[in-house]
C-alpha cells in the first residue's frame, strides 16, 4: 500500500483512547424488533461507550474459505433466516461501510492473510444487535468472516493481532451464543429462563473462564466432555467468543450482561471487555 493511502487511513482513524471490546449474545433474529431484556441489556451498554469511530464485527452467521471483510461504501441489509413474520424481512439497518477500515484492518494483521468482499453487506449477527447500540445507522461498520477451515487458535491470534484497532476508535464486536444448540432447544419455553443440565454446567464453566481469564480453557473448548459437545456442537456461534478473549489486554475488566439461559440449550450471555 502507498505511503499517500496510508497517511490518509491514519488521518481518518487518529490515536484514541483504546475502545471496549463486546461479545453479543445475539439470540433469536426477532431481538431486532421485539422489546425484551435483552434488548434493553444492550441499550444499557452502548450508554456505557465511548462513541467508535467505526465498528468492526464479527458475526457467527458468515462463514468463508479464507477470512475476509466486507469493503464496500453501503453494505446491504441481509435477511439470512426464513419463517419469521413480514416486519424483520422489512428491517434495514442502513450504516455505511468503511473500506478504509477495511485496509487499515488488513494492514494491521501481519501473519494472516485478510481479502476484501464487495457483495455480502451485514448478516443479522451484525444489524439485529447493531440496531440497539446505534439505531441511528450512523456509524460505519465492516464485517470480518470467520474461516471454518482453520482452528480455535487461529481465530484466538488473528483477534491479537487486531489489538491496535482498539486505539484507533474501532469497537470491535463479536455476534452469536456460547451456548447454541438449536436442535434440542425447547421452541414451546424459547421465552422461558430454563437450561438443561448440560447446558448449566458448560455456561458456568464458560463463565469462570471468562472471568478468571483463562483463555485457554475457551480455546480448548473440545476437551471439557460432553457438556461443551453438546453447548457447541457446531463452533460458528462460540468462535466470536474467542475474538474478545483475544482482544483483551492483560488485567483489563470484564463485565458480564444478559447473562441468562433461554429454552433449555441457548444462552444470551454477553460481555464487555474494557
Known amino acids: 500500500m502507498s505511503l499517500k493511502i496510508l497517511n ?36 444499557r451498554i452502548a450508554a456505557t461507550l465511548p462513541r467508535p469511530v467505526a465498528i468492526l464485527c464479527v458475526s457467527a452467521h458468515w462463514e468463508t ?19 419469521f413474520p413480514r416486519a424483520l424481512y422489512e428491517v434495514q439497518y442502513p450504516a455505511p461501510g468503511s473500506p478504509e477500515l ?15 468482499d464487495h457483495s455480502w453487506g451485514l448478516d443479522h449477527g451484525a444489524w439485529s444487535v447493531l440496531r440497539h447500540l446505534y439505531p441511528e445507522a450512523d456509524i460505519p461498520v465492516v464485517q470480518m468472516s470467520l ?16 489489538q491496535p484497532l482498539r486505539e484507533r476508535g ?10 447454541h444448540n438449536l436442535r434440542m432447544l425447547d421452541w414451546r419455553k424459547i421465552d422461558q429462563h430454563y437450561a438443561y443440565d448440560w447446558a ?11 472471568l478468571d481469564g483463562d483463555h485457554k480453557g475457551l480455546i480448548n473448548f473440545r476437551s471439557h466432555g460432553k457438556a461443551f459437545d453438546y453447548a457447541v456442537p457446531t463452533p460458528e456461534h462460540y468462535l466470536p ?3 474478545a478473549a483475544g482482544l483483551q489486554k492483560k488485567g483489563e475488566a470484564v463485565e458480564l ?18
Open 170 to 179: 474501532v469497537l470491535i464486536v463479536g455476534s452469536g451464543n456460547m451456548v
Open 102 to 116: 477495511a485496509k487499515l484492518t488488513r494492514e494491521t494483521v501481519s501473519s494472516h492473510e485478510l481479502t476484501f
Open 65 to 83: 474459505r479464507g477470512t475476509q471483510l466486507t469493503a464496500m461504501e453501503m453494505p446491504e441489509t441481509i435477511h439470512d433466516f426464513g419463517g
Open 257 to 274: 450482561f444478559n447473562d441468562k439461559p433461554l429454552g433449555g440449550s441457548l444462552t444470551m450471555t454477553s460481555l464487555k471487555i474494557g
Open 241 to 243: 467468543l474467542l475474538y
Open 200 to 210: 448449566l454446567e458448560a455456561a458456568e464453566k464458560m463463565r469462570h473462564f471468562i
Open 8 to 43: 490518509n487511513i491514519a488521518d481518518k482513524f487518529p490515536r484514541t483512547p483504546r475502545m471496549p471490546v463486546l461479545f453479543l449474545g445475539h439470540g433469536s433474529p426477532m431481538n431486532a424488533i421485539e422489546e425484551n431484556e435483552f434488548v434493553a441489556g444492550f441499550r
Open 147 to 162: 474461516d471454518y477451515l482453520q482452528n480455535p487458535d487461529y481465530h484466538y491470534e488473528l483477534a491479537r493481532q487486531l
